[in-house]
Protein backbone atom coordinates (compact mmCIF):
# COMPACT_ATOMS: atom_id res chain seq x y z
CA UNK A 1 0.00 0.00 0.00
CA UNK A 2 2.53 2.44 0.81
CA UNK A 3 4.34 1.33 -3.06
CA UNK A 4 1.04 2.24 -4.54
CA UNK A 5 0.59 5.78 -2.35
CA UNK A 6 4.19 6.71 -3.12
CA UNK A 7 3.33 6.08 -6.77
CA UNK A 8 0.60 8.61 -6.84
CA UNK A 9 2.50 11.44 -5.51
CA UNK A 10 5.33 10.63 -8.12
CA UNK A 11 2.30 11.00 -10.43
CA UNK A 12 1.37 14.35 -8.84
CA UNK A 13 4.14 15.50 -8.96
CA UNK A 14 5.20 14.79 -12.84
CA UNK A 15 1.56 15.92 -13.81
CA UNK A 16 2.54 19.49 -12.30
CA UNK A 17 5.59 19.68 -14.04
CA UNK A 18 3.99 18.74 -16.93
CA UNK A 19 1.66 21.87 -16.39
CA UNK A 20 4.52 24.25 -16.29
CA UNK A 21 6.02 22.32 -19.51
CA UNK A 22 2.98 23.39 -21.60
CA UNK A 23 3.52 27.05 -20.51
CA UNK A 24 7.11 27.55 -20.61
CA UNK A 25 6.77 25.46 -24.05
CA UNK A 26 4.57 27.98 -25.88
CA UNK A 27 6.92 30.43 -24.51
CA UNK A 28 9.65 29.19 -26.77
CA UNK A 29 7.04 28.72 -29.50
CA UNK A 30 6.31 32.24 -29.76
CA UNK A 31 9.62 33.37 -28.80
CA UNK A 32 12.52 33.74 -31.06
CA UNK A 33 13.36 30.49 -31.06
CA UNK A 34 12.57 27.61 -33.45
CA UNK A 35 11.21 24.31 -32.51
CA UNK A 36 14.31 22.66 -33.36
CA UNK A 37 16.69 25.09 -31.21
CA UNK A 38 14.31 24.44 -28.47
CA UNK A 39 14.88 20.61 -28.73
CA UNK A 40 18.62 21.41 -28.75
CA UNK A 41 18.88 23.15 -25.78
CA UNK A 42 16.55 20.83 -24.17
CA UNK A 43 18.63 17.59 -24.87
CA UNK A 44 22.19 19.65 -24.61
CA UNK A 45 21.35 20.80 -21.28
CA UNK A 46 20.35 17.41 -19.98
CA UNK A 47 23.21 15.85 -21.47
CA UNK A 48 25.66 17.83 -20.08
CA UNK A 49 23.82 17.03 -16.29
CA UNK A 50 23.61 13.15 -16.96
CA UNK A 51 26.61 12.80 -19.19
CA UNK A 52 29.06 12.47 -16.20
CA UNK A 53 26.79 10.87 -13.96
CA UNK A 54 26.39 8.27 -16.06
CA UNK A 55 30.05 7.42 -17.00
CA UNK A 56 31.49 7.79 -13.95
CA UNK A 57 29.01 6.33 -11.41
CA UNK A 58 25.91 4.37 -12.69
CA UNK A 59 27.00 3.24 -16.28
CA UNK A 60 25.01 0.78 -18.04
CA UNK A 61 24.62 0.03 -22.21
CA UNK A 62 22.57 2.78 -23.38
CA UNK A 63 22.34 0.98 -26.89
CA UNK A 64 20.45 -1.37 -25.47
CA UNK A 65 17.62 -1.90 -28.51
CA UNK A 66 14.65 -1.75 -26.03
CA UNK A 67 16.64 1.34 -24.59
CA UNK A 68 17.26 2.78 -28.17
CA UNK A 69 13.80 2.06 -29.31
CA UNK A 70 11.91 4.25 -26.47
CA UNK A 71 14.60 7.13 -26.91
CA UNK A 72 13.83 7.32 -30.39
CA UNK A 73 10.05 7.31 -30.07
CA UNK A 74 9.57 9.22 -26.14
CA UNK A 75 13.00 11.17 -26.72
CA UNK A 76 13.51 12.17 -30.09
CA UNK A 77 9.82 11.92 -31.99
CA UNK A 78 7.95 12.79 -29.08
CA UNK A 79 9.74 16.39 -29.07
CA UNK A 80 10.02 17.05 -32.76
CA UNK A 81 6.07 16.70 -32.62
CA UNK A 82 4.99 18.56 -29.81
CA UNK A 83 7.57 21.62 -30.12
CA UNK A 84 5.99 22.12 -33.79
CA UNK A 85 3.14 21.77 -32.32
CA UNK A 86 3.70 24.18 -29.45
CA UNK A 87 4.69 26.70 -32.19
CA UNK A 88 1.80 26.78 -34.25
CA UNK A 89 -1.19 25.80 -31.57
CA UNK A 90 -2.35 28.07 -28.65
CA UNK A 91 -1.05 26.63 -25.39
CA UNK A 92 -4.69 26.73 -23.72
CA UNK A 93 -5.13 24.12 -27.37
CA UNK A 94 -2.34 21.88 -26.14
CA UNK A 95 -3.86 21.60 -22.50
CA UNK A 96 -6.63 20.03 -24.10
CA UNK A 97 -4.29 17.77 -26.57
CA UNK A 98 -1.30 16.63 -24.65
CA UNK A 99 -2.82 15.31 -21.16
CA UNK A 100 -6.26 14.73 -23.02
CA UNK A 101 -4.51 12.36 -25.67
CA UNK A 102 -1.90 10.50 -23.88
CA UNK A 103 -4.28 8.75 -21.03
CA UNK A 104 -6.50 7.80 -23.84
CA UNK A 105 -3.81 6.47 -25.92
CA UNK A 106 -2.50 4.71 -22.98
CA UNK A 107 -5.33 3.02 -21.57
CA UNK A 108 -6.37 1.82 -25.00
CA UNK A 109 -2.36 0.80 -25.96
CA UNK A 110 -1.79 -0.66 -22.25
CA UNK A 111 -5.06 -2.99 -22.80
CA UNK A 112 -4.02 -4.50 -26.36
CA UNK A 113 -0.45 -4.78 -25.45
CA UNK A 114 0.37 -5.17 -21.86
CA UNK A 115 -2.64 -7.24 -21.40
CA UNK A 116 -3.96 -4.91 -18.77
CA UNK A 117 -7.23 -5.40 -17.19
CA UNK A 118 -9.27 -1.98 -16.87
CA UNK A 119 -12.66 -1.62 -15.23
CA UNK A 120 -15.28 0.23 -16.19
CA UNK A 121 -14.33 3.90 -14.71
CA UNK A 122 -11.61 3.87 -16.98
CA UNK A 123 -13.90 2.98 -20.51
CA UNK A 124 -16.12 5.89 -19.33
CA UNK A 125 -13.05 7.99 -18.62
CA UNK A 126 -12.28 7.49 -22.07
CA UNK A 127 -15.10 8.36 -23.34
CA UNK A 128 -15.05 12.01 -21.61
CA UNK A 129 -12.11 12.55 -23.06
CA UNK A 130 -12.49 11.83 -26.18
CA UNK A 131 -15.87 13.91 -26.33
CA UNK A 132 -13.88 16.65 -24.58
CA UNK A 133 -11.65 16.69 -28.01
CA UNK A 134 -13.89 15.94 -30.53
CA UNK A 135 -15.94 19.36 -28.94
CA UNK A 136 -12.60 21.47 -29.27
CA UNK A 137 -11.90 20.00 -32.63
CA UNK A 138 -15.65 20.63 -34.11
CA UNK A 139 -15.43 24.11 -32.63
CA UNK A 140 -12.15 25.01 -34.88
CA UNK A 141 -13.22 22.87 -38.36
CA UNK A 142 -16.51 24.60 -37.86
CA UNK A 143 -15.03 28.20 -37.38
CA UNK A 144 -11.92 27.69 -39.42
CA UNK A 145 -13.02 25.06 -42.30
CA UNK A 146 -9.77 22.99 -41.48
CA UNK A 147 -7.72 21.37 -38.75
CA UNK A 148 -4.72 23.12 -37.49
CA UNK A 149 -1.30 21.95 -38.16
CA UNK A 150 -0.45 22.29 -34.76
CA UNK A 151 -3.08 20.42 -33.40
CA UNK A 152 -2.12 17.65 -35.66
CA UNK A 153 1.69 17.49 -35.02
CA UNK A 154 0.44 18.02 -30.58
CA UNK A 155 -1.71 14.42 -31.28
CA UNK A 156 1.27 12.29 -32.84
CA UNK A 157 3.31 13.87 -29.74
CA UNK A 158 0.83 12.26 -27.34
CA UNK A 159 1.01 8.92 -29.49
CA UNK A 160 4.55 8.75 -29.27
CA UNK A 161 4.45 9.61 -25.74
CA UNK A 162 1.64 6.78 -24.84
CA UNK A 163 3.66 4.12 -26.83
CA UNK A 164 7.07 5.17 -24.97
CA UNK A 165 4.58 4.82 -21.67
CA UNK A 166 3.44 1.35 -22.46
CA UNK A 167 6.77 0.30 -23.71
CA UNK A 168 8.69 1.02 -20.38
CA UNK A 169 6.16 -1.28 -18.22
CA UNK A 170 6.28 -3.76 -20.17
CA UNK A 171 10.02 -4.10 -20.67
CA UNK A 172 10.36 -3.28 -16.88
CA UNK A 173 13.22 -0.56 -17.65
CA UNK A 174 13.77 1.24 -14.58
CA UNK A 175 13.72 4.99 -14.17
CA UNK A 176 17.27 5.83 -14.12
CA UNK A 177 17.71 3.83 -17.71
CA UNK A 178 14.61 5.47 -19.21
CA UNK A 179 15.61 9.27 -18.14
CA UNK A 180 19.60 8.92 -19.24
CA UNK A 181 18.78 6.85 -22.15
CA UNK A 182 15.96 8.79 -23.44
CA UNK A 183 18.41 12.12 -22.79
CA UNK A 184 21.52 10.90 -24.17
CA UNK A 185 20.55 9.04 -26.77
CA UNK A 186 18.53 11.36 -28.47
CA UNK A 187 21.23 14.15 -28.05
CA UNK A 188 23.27 12.04 -29.61
CA UNK A 189 21.46 11.67 -32.77
CA UNK A 190 19.79 15.04 -33.04
CA UNK A 191 22.42 17.40 -32.20
CA UNK A 192 24.42 16.31 -35.78
CA UNK A 193 21.48 16.64 -37.46
CA UNK A 194 20.64 19.97 -36.00
CA UNK A 195 24.40 21.45 -36.30
CA UNK A 196 24.37 20.73 -40.00
CA UNK A 197 21.48 20.89 -41.75
CA UNK A 198 18.32 22.29 -39.36
CA UNK A 199 18.02 26.17 -39.40
CA UNK A 200 18.56 28.06 -36.27
CA UNK A 201 17.68 31.07 -34.72
CA UNK A 202 19.29 30.84 -31.54
CA UNK A 203 21.50 33.61 -32.00
CA UNK A 204 18.68 36.29 -32.60
CA UNK A 205 16.67 34.38 -28.89
CA UNK A 206 17.20 36.50 -25.67
CA UNK A 207 19.32 35.34 -22.94
CA UNK A 208 16.45 35.17 -20.77
CA UNK A 209 14.21 32.79 -23.17
CA UNK A 210 17.70 30.28 -24.03
CA UNK A 211 18.51 29.76 -20.00
CA UNK A 212 14.04 29.36 -19.56
CA UNK A 213 14.03 26.75 -22.01
CA UNK A 214 17.28 25.37 -20.67
CA UNK A 215 16.58 25.32 -17.00
CA UNK A 216 12.81 24.18 -17.53
CA UNK A 217 13.44 21.61 -20.84
CA UNK A 218 16.55 20.34 -19.57
CA UNK A 219 16.32 19.53 -16.08
CA UNK A 220 12.51 20.09 -15.05
CA UNK A 221 10.31 18.43 -18.01
CA UNK A 222 13.18 16.04 -19.13
CA UNK A 223 15.20 15.00 -16.25
CA UNK A 224 13.04 15.51 -12.97
CA UNK A 225 9.93 15.13 -14.54
CA UNK A 226 11.13 11.96 -16.11
CA UNK A 227 11.98 10.70 -12.81
CA UNK A 228 8.84 11.23 -11.25
CA UNK A 229 6.85 9.96 -14.23
CA UNK A 230 8.67 6.43 -14.91
CA UNK A 231 8.66 5.45 -10.97
CA UNK A 232 4.87 6.31 -11.23
CA UNK A 233 4.70 4.02 -13.89
CA UNK A 234 6.41 1.46 -12.10
CA UNK A 235 4.31 1.90 -9.22
CA UNK A 236 0.81 2.25 -10.36
CA UNK A 237 1.01 1.15 -13.94
CA UNK A 238 0.60 3.49 -16.79
CA UNK A 239 -2.95 3.81 -17.66
CA UNK A 240 -2.99 4.85 -13.60
CA UNK A 241 0.08 7.45 -14.59
CA UNK A 242 -2.25 8.92 -17.67
CA UNK A 243 -4.78 9.03 -15.53
CA UNK A 244 -3.32 11.49 -13.19
CA UNK A 245 -3.04 13.87 -15.56
CA UNK A 246 -6.04 15.20 -14.73
CA UNK A 247 -5.08 18.33 -13.11
CA UNK A 248 -2.84 18.89 -16.03
CA UNK A 249 -5.94 20.37 -18.89
CA UNK A 250 -7.59 22.72 -16.35
CA UNK A 251 -4.52 24.52 -14.61
CA UNK A 252 -2.13 24.98 -17.63
CA UNK A 253 -4.97 25.72 -19.93
CA UNK A 254 -6.39 28.37 -17.51
CA UNK A 255 -2.83 29.42 -16.57
CA UNK A 256 -2.21 29.62 -20.51
CA UNK A 257 -5.37 31.73 -21.44
CA UNK A 258 -4.25 34.35 -18.63
CA UNK A 259 -0.44 34.34 -19.13
CA UNK A 260 -1.04 34.45 -23.14
CA UNK A 261 -3.93 36.45 -23.51
CA UNK A 262 -5.46 33.41 -25.42
CA UNK A 263 -9.49 33.39 -26.58
CA UNK A 264 -11.33 31.75 -23.81
CA UNK A 265 -14.74 29.99 -26.09
CA UNK A 266 -17.24 28.15 -24.51
CA UNK A 267 -15.96 24.96 -26.49
CA UNK A 268 -12.38 25.42 -24.87
CA UNK A 269 -13.94 25.67 -21.70
CA UNK A 270 -15.78 22.37 -22.38
CA UNK A 271 -12.73 20.91 -23.73
CA UNK A 272 -11.10 21.07 -20.95
CA UNK A 273 -13.66 20.47 -18.61
CA UNK A 274 -14.34 17.43 -20.16
CA UNK A 275 -11.08 16.16 -20.56
CA UNK A 276 -10.38 16.88 -16.94
CA UNK A 277 -13.26 14.69 -15.74
CA UNK A 278 -12.59 12.13 -18.02
CA UNK A 279 -8.94 12.05 -16.67
CA UNK A 280 -10.14 11.79 -12.93
CA UNK A 281 -13.13 9.07 -13.81
CA UNK A 282 -10.51 6.86 -15.26
CA UNK A 283 -8.72 7.12 -11.81
CA UNK A 284 -11.07 6.63 -9.53
CA UNK A 285 -12.41 3.39 -8.41
CA UNK A 286 -16.52 3.72 -9.17
CA UNK A 287 -16.82 0.20 -10.07
CA UNK A 288 -15.12 -2.48 -8.36
CA UNK A 289 -15.65 -5.15 -11.13
CA UNK A 290 -13.55 -5.20 -14.20
CA UNK A 291 -15.80 -4.22 -17.69
CA UNK A 292 -14.02 -5.43 -20.16
CA UNK A 293 -10.67 -7.87 -19.97
CA UNK A 294 -8.59 -9.20 -21.80
CA UNK A 295 -6.91 -12.54 -20.13
CA UNK A 296 -4.22 -12.97 -23.11
CA UNK A 297 -0.66 -13.94 -21.94
CA UNK A 298 1.56 -12.18 -24.40
CA UNK A 299 5.41 -13.44 -25.11
CA UNK A 300 7.96 -10.68 -23.89
Known amino acids: MAETQKGYAYALMAALIWC???????????????????????????????LPIWWFKWRFNIFNWKLLVCSLIGGLAYAIFAFKGFELAPASHAAVLLPGLMPLCI?????????????????????VITLGIVTLFLSYY????????????LVMASVCWAIFSVLIKRWNISPWQ??????????????????????????????????????????????VQMIFYVKAVQAIGPSSM????????????????FIFKEQASMA????LVLVSLGAWLAHTELFKKPFISFNVHLKK
Open 268 to 271: LVAG
Open 20 to 50: GFILVSRMGGVSELLPQDVIFIRYLTCCCIL
Open 178 to 223: ATVSLALITFFIYAPIYTVFLPKAISLAAWSDILLQGFYQGFMATI
Open 107 to 127: IVLSYFVNAERHGLQKWLGTL
Open 242 to 257: GSMMAVVPVMSGVLAI
Open 142 to 153: VQNKTLSAGHVY
